[in-house]
């Protein structure tokens, strides 16, 4: 990357020419493209920018090549997302005219995109185009002459690309706080559909009551009127077609707004129909209906300019992906339809139910040209023509649109009337005839969602309309029905048998690529569920939708075929997901696994991952396969098939792994202890009394009840409650601890407990009777106290820990080897892996912790381990001081809680020193902390 002095002196250089020629006055010849390559380009690349794409990356300079005669030049990127776009022009021209601000503003907010630059190298101007102002001159961020570069380059170098990796243009404008910003174009949009779509449904129901809509058809009228509107809005912005919708609202008003708007709006779809020939257009149960003039003025003027009038739309300007943002929120609304009236409210729970979320656009491109790059680097032009692409769960069409781009791109270089498609002035390099084929040969998905279906079907069409050629049909590709479910006992009419809806390419071995992002922890029925476990070999606890589309996408995909799917985080380290790790580890060469954290609106971290299936091939081949994991960094895949339930530990080294295998060497816990969960009641213990046996239970959360002592139901709203925890001690109550009652080695307090109130089922007091060890079992490492007192209860977020009788070891031991560094260090390696939500320590996964058997120890270890014990002892007591202290700020205090550091740092010394952890190995494992 440029440095400043590097930068400065360039752009030197670039100024002393602009002065020469200004003097020898050649200024006035340059034209636009002389000015972009002699000193707009330069200069940015002074700055930092890629702006020729040498190194093919994704962060780079591209040529902005939409249809729009309207477009900007360039659009600077980092990871694949515009930072800002440039205007360029001529030297000669001025910069002040108002139209060029314009265009530069509104291209960027269609594009999404902040910042809007303009320059001709003599001058540059950056705008906000997120700011609302009456006059665009006012959105006038930054304003240089050429005179300024060099003594106010700190202002200059806010173009910088290492100023946009540090957003310091962004903290800026946050200084100057102007007010008023727009609202970006996919929420804007998204807002006028959804009004759009519920002023449609209301009218419809209004005037139509007649005819018996049910909801789905009422919904799928509005959807299919607002498809056809969105389509000839964007055929006349790409200036495919001259205006059409508003010349009809024209003439509807110049008769003095007599007749309805419809019948001249259903003539422009009749046209589209005979053009273009596609089902958008066909006849369907909309052109039957009756809708008012006033909602169908508004929508389509809504179409071309928002209500405040503020901003004209461009459709050719908005990106596929914008519109599938939109659209998948849009999906998130439901109808709510009566005899007489019809209400669109945003769903949650429809999104939880089928799982809609929205997909980045730089995580879509990520993974859709990871997952065709692994093929197609393998395949010969006739073989790219029989790729088959699926997203079985492919929503408003993101992952399929992507496709297509990729496949477009690959055909531009390689298909043989690439010179005939040279004189095809829309700019897309290939032929109509050929992206028909893509679309009809390569591009196949499927979704639960009938309106996705339709929307995604609209989208590709969107992605090859051109004026004079017919649409084809893509029924036969884009399917609605249940990806997971074959049988019409379980999913009804939704029910999709693959052998027969996609006949040939099941029969030919399946798809070559299987891409997306799959519905997580969409909801599961109890029938679904027996289904899935039987037809998927899924556990029946827990099951998340997420895995189940693997486990399906795995059926379908053929041998050489690829995977690309964005799935939750907790796929690297949950055990629920071992087995489907292992199933990835030994029958697919994987080629990625990146951490992309969180993105909006979702609230789980997330990974991608890309990977070939080659079931043929040996497991030594695949251990040797190097893993990309991000940041430059790649991890034998044989790795992860020798870690403990197949980890996919992304930050492992060989430094980490040989510390891990000190420890590995050791027995599973669950074969010397003992672990028992602590009692299933809530922290201020709510219980409630049958009306029936007066007998009590624990509270439930749900309306209605079962009682365990009588076994009758009853409305939880109108039992008796109580709550049988104290914090204060009452007689014939027994302590109790919860979460907040104790921490590292130390029992901070107590709680006391109901233990003999009628009707309450408690678990066995063997548990609580002899000492143990107690642990937190929602905490990111092991936190465990020691109890000696040998009758405290624990509730259900605490585990009890006992020895087994026929073992022959300390709990002290135990107790230190869970609170050490070196368990903190096997605990984030190999369980959380850096999460960032709360952890739950599974039972089954403690009992598999492996730790180092005193019964083996050699005679230094076995000093060690004495000394060890002592030094716990010594912790306790100073613990046991402190707790008489109470809060009481006195030097003795002060005293104690410097001896407790020091011992704890002795016993983590002893701990490492007992598993052969040497110098360089302590600096590792505390660097991994930091």
Known sequence: MMNTEDAKQRIQELVDNYTKLAEEKRISKYNEEMTKKDFILPLFEALGWNVYNKSNKTDYVSAEETISKKRVDYGFKINGIPKFLLEAKAIPVDLNKTKYAEQAINYSWHKGCTWAVLTDFEGIKVFNAEWKLKNVRDNLFLNLDWRDYLDHFDKLWLLSKESFEKGLLDKEAELVGKKGKKIPVDKQLLADFTRFREMLSKDITKFNQDKGLTEEELDESVQRILDRLIFIRNCEDRELESRKLMPAVRDWESRGKKGQL????????????????????????????????????????????????????????????????????????????????AKVTESRARRKEHGIYYTPPYVVDYIVRSALKELLKRKRPKEVEKIRVLDPACGSGSFLIK??????????????????????????????????????????????????????????????????????????????????????????????????????????????????NPPWGADISAIEKAYFGEKYSAGKQNMNSFELF???????????????????????????????????LENFVIHHIIDFKKFPEVTQECVTIIATKRVDWNIS???????????????????????????????????????????????????????????????????????????????????????????????????????????????????????????????????????????????????????????????????????????????????????????DIDLKYLLAIFNSKLYRFYQENLYTLGAEYTIFISKEYLKSVKILNPSNFDTNQKNKYTILIETVDKLLTLNNRLNEINDKKTDERSRIEEEIDKTDEEIDNLVYKIYGITEKEKRVIDRSFK
């Open 262 to 341: 419809i019948k001249l709006l259903r003539a422009v779809f009749e046209d589209f129909d005979t053009q273009y020939n596609s089902k958008l257009f066909q006849e369907h149960l909309c052109d039957g209906l009756n809708i008012s003039d006033s909602a169908l003025n508004e929508v389509v003027n809504g179409l071309y300019q928002t209500k405040d009038k503020t901003v004209y739309y461009d459709f050719s300007a908005i990106e596929a992906d914008v519109l599938g943002n939109i659209y998948e929120q849009y999906l998130g609304h439901i109808l709510k339809k009566t005899a007489k009236r």
């Open 621 to 807: 081949k695949k251990n040797e396969n190097n893993i990309e994991v991000g940041e430059g960094r790649k991890i034998l895949q044989g790795v992860f098939l020798h870690l403990p339930r197949y980890v996919l530990n992304l930050k492992l080294d060989e430094k980490k792994k040989i510390i891990l295998e000190k420890i590995l060497g050791g027995n599973k816990l669950g074969e010397l202890i003992n672990v028992d969960r602590g009692e299933e009641i809530s922290k201020k213990g709510g219980v409630i009394r049958c009306p029936y046996c007066n007998k009590w239970s624990f509270a439930s959360k749900k309306d209605r009840k079962k009682c365990p002592s009588c076994d009758k139901e009853f409305l939880v709203v109108n039992a008796s409650k109580d709550e049988i925890i104290s914090k204060e001690k009452i007689e014939l109550f027994n302590p109790i601890l919860i979460g907040e009652d104790f921490s590292r080695y130390r029992i901070l307090g107590c709680h006391y407990i109901d233990f003999k109130r009628e009707g309450i089922k408690f678990k066995s007091t063997e548990i609580y009777k002899s000492p143990k060890l107690m642990m937190m079992a929602v905490s990111p490492i092991f936190i465990t106290a020691f109890d000696e007192c040998e009758n405290i209860i624990l509730t259900k977020n605490n585990y009890s820990i006992r020895i087994r009788k026929e073992v």
């Open 550 to 584: 693997l486990r399906r996408s795995i059926m379908l995909l053929k041998e050489g075929g690829v995977i690309g799917f964005l799935i939750p985080r907790n796929f690297i380290r949950s055990g629920q997901y071992s087995e489907i790790r292992r199933i990835f």
């Open 403 to 516: 496709s297509f781009d990729i496949l477009n791109e690959y055909w531009k270089k390689k298909d043989k009337d690439y010179a005939q498609a040279q004189l095809d002035t829309t700019g897309q390099g290939t032929t109509f005839t050929r992206k028909v084929k893509i679309l009809q040969n390569n591009i196949f998905g499927v979704d639960l969602d009938k309106q996705a279906i339709e929307i995604a079907q609209l989208n590709l069409l969107l992605k090859i309309a051109e004026k004079g050629h017919r649409l084809p049909l893509l029924q036969q590709n884009i399917k609605n029905g249940n990806s997971l479910i074959d049988d019409p006992e379980v999913a009804g009419i939704k029910a999709l048998k693959w052998e027969e809806d996609f006949k040939e390419i099941i029969k030919e071995g399946g798809f070559d690529v299987v891409i997306g």
